[in-house]
């Protein structure tokens, strides 16, 4: 029962899958884009288990159930699971490449990395055709801006599109390339130094930052010891320079303007020039997305626009950003409890069947 309700929840966690062959029949009814289209299981008739299928942003079944798992759409396809293998189908409900690896991860930048069961670990394109070969690699991450980060013995370094090293693996973490720029550091968890590199490896920020966060809109999250207040986090632009002084006990990264920081045990908003626009009152906060943010007031979580003013009450025990109109939440009052669908309004979309 344990594992039956935690594939419930964890839609977008891929189920460990064994050699086998299957081919999906997926109906293919009403041309739609994958990215306006959502996972949702249903209990199976008059038997144990459940399939999965996908509603579009108005609740409505547009890929019937019939995958032992499904994963949200991502570069305009989707990893799906038929019997014991994964296969991927893209946003006209058709199969594009057939079931038949053993793991399968999300497509980024026309590129996934898969486990076939005669070619081993693999990157393919989106035919299908393999590109390359990764078991050489203790890891390899999705491609970010033509760029992969890998990771062999306890170094990393980046590949491009052809599995070619263009970065030796020199860096002790080094995260994707995000605006030009590469996060990386030299030095262990708790005396390394960050820098920023960019698509040669050279260094544009060298490694002598406590702790920084990639770049998103033009700022990244910086670190600092203070003598009287300890740990303080403020923002630097893309020449180090610090743009909105280490006053916050906690910065995340910019989103559509804002971003989300904490005073003391309280969450609010920020603007570019460091000002406070929506009061620290929140005991948890998340990025905005689409004009909205999640928030958590009394205990539930809801959202607020921009002004701070609530638009969806909090009446929900967790939930999502808001994608394409759609926001996941959970239901019940548990880490349990089985998850639907929101629209703008707050008026769940899709709920599943007791």
Known sequence: MRTTIIAQVFA???LAACLGESRAQVEDEKDGGGEELFPVWVKKQDE???LWGYIDVTGRM???PQFNNAQRFSDGLAVVQIGNVYGYIDGTHKVT??????????FCEGFAFVKHPELGKICIDRTGKTVFGTAKFDRIYPFHQGLAAVKIGGKRGFVDTTGRTVI???FDLAWAFCEGLARVRIGDRHDGKYGFINRQGAYVIKPKLRFASDFSEGLAVIRVKTPRHGLKYGYMDRTAKVVIPPKFDRAFEFR????QVRVGDRH???????????QPVYMQAGCFSEGLAGVK???KYGYIDKTGKVVIPPNWTSVHEFHNGVASVMLGETMWSPRGYIDRTGKVIWAPAE
């Open 297 to 299: 007031v009394g205990g």
């Open 256 to 259: 559509e303007g804002l971003a």
């Open 12 to 14: 977008v966690v891929l």
């Open 62 to 64: 547009v890929i019937r």
């Open 97 to 106: 490449i057939q079931p038949q690896f053993t793991t399968a991860r999300d």
């Open 168 to 170: 030796p693996t020199q």
């Open 48 to 50: 144990l288990g459940y």
């Open 268 to 278: 609010g908003y920020i603007d570019r020039t460091g000002k406070m626009v929506i």
